[in-house]
């Protein structure tokens, strides 16, 4: 494998930080940058960490994507998404089934996430990922305590993790989901760590680990083969980008619905530009950017799928589709809105980070919906995810179900520069809603609003939470923060939408992390949705 130039891989200055959602991922992150990482190395560590301290989010069964911004402006986007096994197709699912499943073995795709953490370290990082993961193993045999965001879903999908003898094994005791606070020990996940830490990426594809999960979903009757996982290969794409404020916000890579948060960053300067002043969500401007943001995610859900196979017309997305989005939200329509039909918030992770040498990382990793796919390998310890609950079975849909396919994917890192310089990182929990909430971190950001504030201000979400839920109002159900301000519902209601309250700072409404550049100084925020932590230094 190549390795980057000298200037894609500088020497770390002293001033660096970080924010993941969970204290200890962010305190792993922060050991590595005082051991002489840069902001790659650094956000690894919280990845492998976030695996065994949030095993409900993400997992060594999982995908990864994320953005490096290099210290020169490039910006190299990786797509650590995997396939369905080759031999997939509708009628092994059975011939009573009305839809794609949600759980179980036909949901799991070929999981990227350890070939992506590989090769983001060789191409982009200082340090061996070795140390990273035997510290992972050593975390996760020793056990560790249950925080209370885990506490949660351990409690919400108590009946799902009692079906399987892999999770109940590990999450249950006595018949019951273990509590916060409980200890969470991992013994055959620290094992498969080790393995990686000997082994690399291969001891996964081509060696123990992966046979082992080949061998579980085959007996549950998934066409997953040794070749599938043999033959995986992390994507490194261009990214695009979009202007709002001056502000340069970049998402991707192709296949990411972040393609979609820029189509209504886009139609939002339009709105901006029309209105003359910048948008604020927590105002009147609340139901013009909930049009905006409605109009986009219905592009998604119409156009999103394999870029292999179904490419997006990203230039006509953010150039004239975006302008007839904004001029449709201007116009107003205060009759009811329809919003499609939503999976779930999704369980996701994301890690932000940057340094003092210019390098900037925003990494998400999931399981996609809590615990996955519902099957956790018993040999190798591993959750699977079920990332290919995304897929739909309409035959004419870019996103149709079908062997050696990847599905649409909701992850999306988001890198922001101005005048050719890196000024933020940031990345968020929330499955479809990703784009809502990076959209709302963004206006607060740019109307003037700390990170602090950009991270903990109330939120509004379109569209259902639970997994398989469609939309029952006649109307599109918006979730709002119960401190979301009158003004803000008041405009929502005006531009169509219901209203459901949910409480302040509920998990719901996503937890987001960011990384910002304030004059000379790097600072980090995470949100009190989580479990979180930001960790600087000054230099």
């Not at 990227?112 to 953490?117: I, L, Q, R």
């Not at 201007?330 to 210019?358: E, F, I, K, M, N």
């Not at 609003?449 to 903990?456: D, G, L």
Request: negative net charge.
């Amino acid at each position: 494998m190549s390795h980057p130039s000298a200037e894609q891989r500088p020497s770390v200055t002293p001033q660096w930080a970080v924010a993941s959602p969970h204290r200890t991922a962010s305190d792993a992150a922060a050991d590595v940058f005082r051991s002489g990482g840069n902001a790659v190395d650094a956000a690894l560590a919280a990845a492998v960490t976030l695996t065994v301290v949030y095993p409900n989010q993400c997992s060594l069964g999982g995908d990864v994507m994320a953005l490096i911004g290099a210290p020169d402006g490039h910006v190299h986007a990786v797509n650590g998404s995997g396939r369905s096994p080759r031999a997939s197709d509708v009628a092994r699912l059975g011939p009573t089934v009305g839809g794609m499943p949600v759980y179980g073995p036909f949901t799991v795709t070929v999981p990227g996430a350890v070939a992506a953490w590989h090769d983001i370290a060789d191409r982009y990082g200082t340090l061996s990922l070795a140390p990273t993961l035997l510290a992972a193993a050593e975390l996760a045999g020793g056990g560790v305590e249950v925080a209370p965001g885990l506490a949660r879903d351990l409690e919400r999908e108590e009946s799902r993790l009692l079906a399987d003898d892999g999770m109940r094994a590990v999450f249950t005791r006595h018949g019951s989901t273990l509590r916060s606070g409980s200890l969470l020990e991992q013994v055959n996940l620290a094992r498969s760590l080790t393995l990686l830490a000997e082994g690399g990426a291969e001891a996964f594809y081509d060696g123990p680990v992966g046979k082992s999960l080949v061998r579980r979903l085959r007996q549950l009757g998934s066409a997953m083969s040794a070749e599938d996982l043999a033959s995986h290969r992390t994507s490194f794409d261009d990214a695009s980008s979009a202007v709002y404020a001056g502000h340069e916000l970049v998402s991707g890579p192709p296949g990411s619905q972040g393609i979609f948060f820029l189509e209504g960053m886009a139609a939002l300067e339009v709105v901006r530009e029309r209105l003359g002043h910048d948008l604020d969500p927590l105002g009147d401007d609340a139901g013009v950017i909930a049009a905006v943001l409605s109009a986009a995610a219905q592009d998604r859900d119409r156009l999103l799928g394999d870029p292999d196979s179904s490419p997006l017309d990203i230039d006509s997305l953010l150039g004239r589709r975006a302008r007839t989005v904004a001029e449709s939200a201007l116009l107003g329509d205060p009759s009811p809105r329809r919003t499609q039909p939503t999976r779930a918030t999704g369980d996701t992770v994301a890690v932000v980070a940057a340094d003092g040498a210019g390098t900037w990382v925003s990494l998400i990793q999931s399981n996609f919906h809590a615990f996955g796919s519902g099957i956790l390998d018993e040999s190798s310890g591993i959750v699977l995810h079920n990332r290919g609950a995304s897929f739909v079975l309409d035959p004419s849909s870019p996103n149709v179900y079908a062997g050696g396919r990847r599905p649409a994917h909701t992850l999306m890192p988001v890198l922001v520069r101005r005048s050719d310089s890196w000024t933020g990182a940031h990345g968020t929990m929330g499955g479809r809603a990703q784009p809502q909430i990076h959209t709302q971190l963004a206006l607060h950001l740019a109307a003037g609003r700390t990170s602090v504030e950009a991270v903990t201000n109330p939120r509004f979400v379109l569209g259902p939470t639970e997994p398989g839920a469609g939309d029952p109002s006649p109307r599109a159900a918006v979730k709002v923060e119960a401190d979301l301000p009158g003004e803000a519902r008041d405009a929502l209601a005006g531009a169509g939408f219901d209203l459901a309250e949910i409480p302040a700072h509920d998990d719901g409404a996503g937890h987001s992390q960011l990384v910002r550049r304030n004059g000379t100084t790097l600072e980090a925020a995470s949100d009190p949705r989580a479990d979180g932590a930001a960790r600087t230094h000054a230099g």
